[in-house]
Each structure stands twice: as C-alpha cells, then as structure tokens.
C-alpha cells in the first residue's frame, strides 16, 4: 500500500483542463426517477459490472440501441454534441464517445468551479482531500479508505469523475439479519447512486429492546 499524490494530482489536472474545455453535466437517475435503463442482453448489468438500476444507457451509435453500456448516476459527463433526444458524450475513464438520452443528463446545480476534490485510490485503498489555495492544488488530509466491493446487499465503489450529490450528517442502514435499523454512518457524501463517502460506521446497541447510539468514531 502506497499514497500516489502524483497520480492523484494528474487525475485532478486531467479532469480541470476538460472541464475547462468542453460544457458539462452529470448522470442523473437517483432511484431510477428519470427512467428505468433498457436491459443488457436480458440483465440488468453490463459487461464492464455497471448496473442498470440508477444508471442511464449510452449508446455506441444512436440509430442502434442494441449495442450499449451503462453510466452510473453522478458521473460528470462532456457534452460533445447533440441530437434530436440525444447528447453526444464522453468521460475520463470510458473508451470512445457515446449518446445518452437527454432525460439522464442533468444541468442543475451543476459545478461552477473546481476547487475541492477528494480522489480515491481503489488499488491502494486510500483517499485524499485536496483543495485549490492561490492556484495550487493542496493537499488537505489523506487518510486510508475502504471501497465497495461487488457481493450482495453491497455497492461496488465506481471508478470515474462524479458530482456531490447530497450531504447527511448521518445516513441510517439495516441490519441485513434481522432487517431492521442498524446504525448509522456519519458526515455522509453521496456521490453516485447510494454510494457514499462516509464515517466510520455506528451499530445501534440494544438495550430493553431499544436502539441506543454508542457515539461516534473518530
């Protein structure tokens, strides 16, 4: 395991000089409300492991809609072009360029700027915070991280360049056992779909058969 700061500052200069380049947005299916994804050859996942819940289809050619992957919600996509129902688009992360309904791409709210950023190292299992300071990407803090895995009940971390979605100061999970409130985790920061980027998780302790909160980790 090893901190690759260089690495991490390049993804960060590679994504800024195309933000800077081309108009932009970002996936936008939260719970599928904008539409549910045709499926895969019959799944609901395609080859490259992206699911189809919560994500939009891109087509590799837009009079073909039999040949297409999926885009996981909040993935910041470049506007190339467009055409009638349809954006051309690429990213940081995906081969080639592709068409995506417009209904999955969304405006609103979108980044003004890029001066906060926090950049995970799947490989290393490590995270880091930088923030622009008089024009120099600074490091804030680096701490180690733990990614999503695909397995069931879990969430595989998603690789690309995604939009803050959403801040929680604690968001609630099940216990898979039993099916009810199991805990919470802390300072949490959705970023695609119900991934999120989070505190150390707080089980519920029981006691005379009601959840008592035990405290926060740090």
């Known amino acids: 395991r090893s901190f690759r700061f260089e690495n991490m500052i390049s993804e960060l200069r590679r994504l800024e000089e195309a933000l800077a380049q081309y108009p932009y947005g970002y996936i936008s299916n939260y719970k599928n409300k904008n539409g549910s994804p045709p499926l895969k050859d019959g799944k609901a996942i395609d080859e490259f492991g992206i699911q189809a819940y919560q994500s939009a289809p891109a087509y590799y050619d837009p009079e073909n809609l039999n040949e297409f992957r999926y885009f996981p919600d909040g993935m910041i996509v470049f506007?190339?072009?467009?055409?009638?129902?349809?954006?051309?688009?690429?990213?940081?992360v995906y081969d080639g360029d592709f068409w995506i309904p417009k209904n999955f791409?969304?405006?609103?709210?979108n980044l003004d700027r890029l001066n906060k950023a926090i950049v995970v190292d799947k490989s290393n299992q490590n995270q880091a915070l930088f923030e622009k300071?008089?024009?120099r990407w600074t490091l804030i803090s680096y701490t180690l991280a733990t990614t999503g895995v695909p397995d069931n009940n879990?969430?595989?971390?998603?690789?690309?360049?995604?939009?803050?979605?959403q801040k929680r100061d604690r968001f609630y999970f099940l216990d898979y056992s039993t099916g009810?409130?199991?805990?919470y985790a802390p300072y949490g920061t959705r970023?695609?779909?119900?991934?999120?980027?989070?505190?150390?998780?707080?089980?519920?302790?029981?006691?005379?058969g009601e959840n008592v909160d035990p405290g926060m980790k740090e």
């Open 133 to 135: 300071i008089n024009g």
């Open 180 to 183: 009810e409130l199991g805990g």
């Open 105 to 109: 791409i969304s405006f609103d709210d």
């Open 79 to 92: 506007i190339l072009d467009e055409a009638v129902g349809h954006f051309k688009v690429r990213n940081l």
């Open 191 to 208: 970023f695609s779909a119900g991934a999120y980027i989070h505190g150390i998780p707080v089980n519920f302790v029981k006691e005379n």
């Open 154 to 165: 879990k969430y595989e971390t998603p690789t690309g360049s995604f939009k803050v979605l």
